[in-house]
């Protein structure tokens, strides 16, 4: 519901604060704004003078090289016309030269190709070219003359003094022509001195620029080279933030200065292959602002723009040089830098805004609570029925008396809603049935002060018929009493009546109702219990959600029932009736579930005899080690604790671990002997026998009638007879599951296979499709009669696996069984070479299947969240510590305790049990030296194995389930791992001291 206003002090708080915001937020902006155009303004002027600065400073470079180029041409070395004459003026160029800063070389160029260079060279460790030069050397004139049939070249070093050191001859630099190039071109036609465009230098690889000049007698070109390196200094002058961004560009957007490794990156990377060029603008924050300028014609002036997500105050502007010469500058400097000082001021006027409003909401804070003390304490108080806290009464007291008559209503409410809340919850957590009809009951009867009670329930079978379930007189349940089932159809009218309004039912003591229905349903042996009076009886109909009746409560009271405790029975009966059908639905689902298990279990053993009561043991042995494991205090197994849902895990794990064996044929379960199918064949290979020694004595008759000796030819039928009778019996015993397939046996059984008998009748008829398609594939029927083995491995006998992607699925699973490539294979050698037990590979893979199929089995039921851990302790008994099990290969580390529980528990009974047809059980003995055995090999868990045998698990499943001939005597200790040994003798001699 929505308020239908604000307080007070919310709204003095509220006023002073918007106040406060309003006029603090107006000052801060007009401050910050005018604190930016000021900045803003000083910048641009800054740039301005400075960029005077740098342009005077620039033109100084270019009249010192143009001053020196004037001199050199108005001197006689420019009249001379062989090298003969240039010579004696070497001192002179040197002399000019040397008065010269920031000028990187002078040099003439004649006419007939002779050249000319003076260069001033820094000291040897920061040389970047001459590294041959002597040490000392700070001037060098390279010479490229040209002669008639030879062109020379020569270094030539001087020192400070200008004093000739050394000469060194160079061939190659007399190839040089400085005819070719373009400054010369472009000075001798014109007459006054040209500035080329800015270049790297081939010999150091500085950005410059040449100024040259045709001297007036036309027969040499006298030029210089300015180095612009300096130019980098001047533009730091404009570097006023740490990320500003400087470039000074030439007429084609090439750098030749910038604040930034731009120039010194792109000359450090130039090769003696790559070509020699300036570097080009690379930096987007400022092509942008060149291309910004361009776009807007806005140049002299900051301008903001948005780049490299930021924003920046950008400039260009245009740098006027002798000879027509103009170079761009380009300025980026970020925003935020350059308003840093503002925005801190703006920070700090937010602060003092913030503290400022702080000490006035307290202020106004303390004023507001003054004025709203009194109702505010009891919204406060209020406030706690909304956040469920029921404990503290209201025991404010005001001048008001409304507000003492609101605080006693409360009080009131408090009380009855912890009573609701109590009961509700009440109601929902008890889980047992039978407890929480005589919780509901007890709880009623406490809050309606009632003296009695009874709870009624709907027969499950009979509609129309209420059965007695708990009697309680003063908190205590009476048994002994002699209440009988009421019939609805024989109770008054009245309490008919309200039964189909869904009304409460009262009965008066002076009623002849109420005489008749307490005779009628045996509450007179209630009532005499009672040591008060009873006044009233009091029926609450209790309704499902279908408004169906599903049983009643019944009050005896002393005194009349209040308006209050009637409200509250009738709020309560509703969810008491909710949760009285939600638990009988539970209690019926639980019901349902445990039949469902007991049911497939029953299947599962019903299935074969051998196995009838393997289904059934499994889940005692489990249960007897798990309550093993919960009692222990020391190991591993210390903290495990055997809960309720934990016991209930077992209970459904231990009863469905097998139930994947219900899609396992029944002979191969049952599987005695190695010939075994659905019936043993071992009585084919008789007949056969039979048939072999009636072919044989017929041979011998025929002999006998062509003359020869009778008495030789019995004594021969005689043996003949006796080596296939003896020979049958080998068959025979090799049928056995128990007989020790060696090489003599094996050698024997190959020999006996070969023997031959003879079939007259045709085999492929009055078959089963199936069967004859399996016949067919060995080949074309042969014509009778025909001989055939004794014992046979035919195309026949196999099965071939039909299943589809069956080795991918479960692979995907986690599976990782090896799947045999068939699914039967009946051969009759095959079968009787079986080295172990009776089973063959594939009957071995068919039988462990079962797992597989229990975990697919599983997956698809929906178990509720405690019993999520179902599959995996039903599903992992075949597995081993090592990992080597099946069906996954599971470790130790991978499996929980209650799955080790069960794989214990299966073997066990597997070793004990008497009714497998393919082995004698073993006694008590024998089986926990077979289970030590699988412990040492760490097929089984150690720990748990101790527990077993330690706690008697063995003993007392076996006083129960196994014959006394089994239960032989044990000493515990044997068969206990080391560390078992250890607990067990401390834990005798604890208790025998």
Not at 370 to 390: A, G, P, W
Request: with cysteine; proline share 3%.
């Amino acid at each position: 519901m929505p308020l239908l206003g604000y307080s007070y002090r919310f709204y003095i708080s509220l006023a002073f604060t918007l106040l406060i915001i309003l006029v603090g937020a107006t000052f801060s902006s007009i401050f910050y704004y005018q604190t930016k155009d000021i900045i803003t303004d000083l910048t641009s002027k800054a740039f301005g003078f400075t960029v005077e600065e740098t342009a005077l400073k620039t033109s100084a470079l270019f009249e010192n090289a143009e001053s020196l180029v004037s001199v050199i041409a108005s001197h006689e070395i420019t009249n001379t016309s062989n090298a003969a004459e240039r010579k004696p003026h070497f001192n002179f160029l040197l002399s000019s030269f040397s008065k010269t800063k920031n000028i990187a070389s002078a040099y003439i160029a004649f006419n007939d190709g002779d050249f000319y260079l003076v260069r001033r060279l820094p000291s040897k460790n920061k040389r970047s070219s001459f590294f041959s030069a002597p040490e000392d050397t700070r001037y060098v004139i390279q010479v490229s003359e040209k002669n008639l049939d030879t062109n020379t070249g020569e270094y030539r070093y001087y020192d400070e003094s200008l004093a000739l050191i050394s000469v060194q001859p160079d061939i190659t630099y007399g190839q040089f022509d400085p005819r070719t190039r373009h400054w010369y071109q472009m000075a001798m036609a014109k007459h006054q001195a040209i500035t080329a465009d800015p270049y790297v230098f081939f010999t150091t690889k500085e950005i410059g620029t040449t100024i040259a000049q045709r001297s007036p007698s036309s027969r040499a070109v006298i030029a210089t080279d300015i180095s612009l390196t300096k130019l980098t200094e001047f533009l730091t002058d404009f570097k006023t933030t740490e990320n500003t961004k400087v470039a000074l560009l030439t007429r084609g957007s090439g750098v030749i200065a910038s604040v930034d490794n731009t120039i010194n990156g792109h000359l450090t990377k130039l090769t003696p292959n790559t070509p020699i060029r300036l570097p080009l603008l690379e930096d987007k924050a400022l092509k942008d602002v060149l291309m910004n300028s361009q776009l807007n014609q806005q140049k002299n002036n900051l301008v903001e723009i948005h780049s490299e997500n930021q924003n920046w105050l950008s400039m260009v502007r245009s740098i006027e040089l002798p000879n027509n010469i103009q170079y761009t500058l380009v300025i980026a400097i970020p925003t935020s830098e350059l308003l840093s000082e503002a925005t801190i001021m703006l920070i700090k006027s937010a602060v003092w805004l913030a503290t400022l409003l702080i000490v006035f909401l307290l202020l106004t804070n303390k004023l507001a609570s003054r004025m709203t003390k009194s109702i505010y304490y009891l919204v406060k108080q209020t406030n706690q029925i909304r956040d469920f806290n029921f404990k503290r009464k209201f025991d404010f007291r005001s001048n008001v008396k409304e507000v003492n008559m609101l605080g006693s209503a409360m009080n009131q409410m408090n009380a009855t809603i912890t009573e609701f809340i109590e009961m509700n919850k009440l109601l929902a957590e008890e889980e047992d049935f039978s407890k929480l009809q005589s919780v509901l009951l007890d709880k009623t009867i406490n809050i309606c002060e009632a003296k009695a009670g009874v709870l009624y329930l709907i027969d499950e079978d009979e509609s129309n018929l209420l059965l007695p379930q708990v009697t309680m007189i003063n908190n205590k349940q009476f048994k002994q009493h002699i209440l009988v089932p009421l019939r609805i159809s024989e109770l008054p009218d009245m309490i008919q009546d309200g039964i189909i309004e869904q009304n409460l039912i009262k009965l008066d003591f002076k009623d002849k109702d109420y005489i008749a229905f307490t005779h009628h349903s045996g509450l007179e042996s209630v009532i005499s219990q009672v040591e008060d009076k009873i006044q009233n009886l009091i029926l609450v109909p209790l309704f499902n959600r279908q408004n169906s009746l599903i049983g009643c409560l019944t009050l005896l009271m002393d005194t009349e029932l209040n308006t209050h405790h009637k409200a509250f029975i009738q709020a309560i009966s509703s969810n008491a009736a909710l949760s009285i059908e939600t638990r009988q639905l539970i209690q019926s689902q639980d019901e349902l579930f445990e039949s469902f298990i007991m049911l497939l279990a029953s299947a599962i053993d019903g299935k074969s005899s051998y196995t009838a009561e393997h289904c059934k043991r499994v889940p005692e042995i489990m249960k007897l080690l798990a309550q093993a494991a919960h009692t222990t205090e020391t190991g591993p197994y210390a903290e495990f604790e055997l809960t309720k849902n934990c016991k209930q895990a077992i209970h459904v794990a231990a009863w469905l671990h097998d139930c994947g064996k219900i899609t396992t044929p029944e002979y191969v379960i049952d599987k005695a002997t190695k010939l075994e199918t659905i019936y043993d064949r071992i009585h084919e290979v008789r007949m056969r026998f039979e048939l072999i020694k009636k072919e044989t004595e017929l041979a011998f008759s025929k002999r006998e009638l062509n003359g020869e000796d009778p008495v030789r030819l019995a004594t021969e039928l005689k043996k003949e007879l006796k080596i296939l009778d003896e020979e049958f019996l080998l068959v025979a015993a090799c049928n056995q599951g128990d007989l020790v397939m060696d090489d003599w046996t094996t050698n024997q059984l190959n020999n006996i296979a070969k023997r031959k008998w003879t079939r007259t009748l045709n085999d492929r008829v009055g078959l089963s499709h199936l069967e004859l398609a399996r016949k067919l594939r060995s080949g074309t029927t042969p014509n009778l009669p025909v001989q055939e083995f004794l014992l046979a491995d035919k195309e026949e006998h196999k099965i071939i696996r039909d299943e589809v992607n069956i080795k991918d699925n479960y692979h995907s699973l986690g599976f990782k069984m090896k799947q045999p490539e068939l699914l039967y294979n009946r051969g009759e050698l095959y079968s009787l070479m079986v080295k172990r037990g009776t089973l063959n590979e594939e009957e071995r893979y068919k039988i462990n299947e079962h797992i597989i199929q229990s975990s697919l089995m599983m997956d698809k039921l929906n178990f509720p969240k405690h019993l999520k851990n179902v599959p995996e302790i039903a599903c992992g008994h075949h597995e081993k510590m090592d990992g080597s099990g099946y069906p996954k290969g599971l470790t130790s580390e991978q499996m929980s305790p209650l799955a080790k529980m069960m794989a214990i528990a299966d073997i066990f009974e597997a070793l004990t049990s008497d009714d497998r047809p393919y082995k004698k059980p073993n006694t008590l003995s024998q089986s926990l030296e077979i289970m030590s055995r699988m412990r040492d090999q760490k097929h089984i868990d150690s720990e748990l194995f101790d527990l077993f045998v330690e706690n008697g698990v063995y003993k007392e499943y076996a006083v129960k389930h196994l014959d006394e001939k089994q239960i032989d005597s044990i000493q515990p200790e044997k068969f206990l791992s080391e560390n078992g040994k250890i607990h067990y003798f401390n834990t005798t001699s604890r208790f025998t001291s």
